[in-house]
């Protein structure tokens, strides 16, 4: 097992933002996480990532006991995330902001350079090109990029694909596919369900912190407590109960 994450949780004052929720990757995997708005889906991945810490639970990644540990020593470990909003640097180019990444494994100027060049030209991106010149496309990509200048062994993708036109959604996921292909394990949080069912083989369900469902996609969509969690307000207004 590459990820046990078991029983964590998150609160937020009197509020449990994730509520004892476990998952457990195995080395090579896609797993999707699907929920609603609000379900806990990001906190979770920074809890994952080191990002903050968990009020509850473990965190065990490749044998290492992460549950406490900096997100520095999450990104060494080999625990790379993109951010659901982009968070490049405006003012510097493509390259340099993956070289942000890259100078995790190549302290040295020149190394670092020329992996992140790597990088880029896989990402399909241009070095030279400003950041906030960029799309949302681009940004997404870049986010991408930059994590994978870490080297990770596990890549969390927080809605890394929402945004895209139908072209550049099948792009993303050729990229996505391409970065597994290298031997990367993927979390992906998606809500476009064709990239999940694309993508994954299982998936996993977060409502109000929990994990309500687990399994392959097909079964899961069917399950009743998701239909409800996605539709439960909808389907009540339907039936007159407001
Ligand atoms: P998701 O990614 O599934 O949409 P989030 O993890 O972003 O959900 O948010 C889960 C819940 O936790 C939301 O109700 C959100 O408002 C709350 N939340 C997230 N971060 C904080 C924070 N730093 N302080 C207080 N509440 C937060
Ligand atoms: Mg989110």
Redesign the pocket.
């Known amino acids: 097992m590459l990820l046990e994450a078991t029983n964590v949780s998150k609160a937020?004052g009197d509020?449990l933002?994730v509520a004892g929720a476990d998952l457990n990757v195995e080395d090579g995997e896609i797993v999707g996480l699907i929920?609603?708005?609000?379900?806990?889906?990001?906190?979770?991945f920074n809890c994952l990532a080191g990002e903050t810490t968990p009020t509850g639970g473990r965190i065990v990644f490749a044998d290492q006991d992460l549950t406490r540990a900096p997100p520095e020593a999450h990104a060494r470990a080999g625990i790379g995330r993109t951010y659901?909003v982009p968070t490049t640097f405006e003012d510097m180019s493509v390259l340099d902001n993956v070289m942000v990444g890259a100078f995790l494994r190549h302290p040295h100027l020149e190394d670092a350079r020329d992996h992140a060049r790597r990088i880029v030209d896989m990402t399909g991106l241009r070095a030279d090109q400003r950041a906030r010149s960029l799309g949302t496309p681009g940004r997404k990509r870049l986010e991408i990029a930059r994590a994978l200048a870490t080297e990770p062994r596990l890549m969390l993708l927080d809605e890394s694909l929402a945004g895209l036109t139908p072209t550049e959604l099948h792009e993303a996921i050729a990229l996505v596919r391409r970065i597994h292909e290298m031997g990367t394990t993927i979390v992906i949080?998606e809500h476009i369900m064709e990239v999940i069912m694309t993508l994954t083989k299982r998936v996993l369900v977060?409502n109000q912190g929990h994990v309500i469902a687990s399994g392959p996609p097909e079964a899961v969509v069917k399950d009743e407590a998701v239909i409800e969690a996605y539709l439960g307000r909808r389907h009540r207004r339907q039936d007159g109960n407001g």
């Open positions: 937020f509020f933002a929920g609603p708005n609000g379900a806990g889906k990001s906190t979770f659901q949080v977060f």
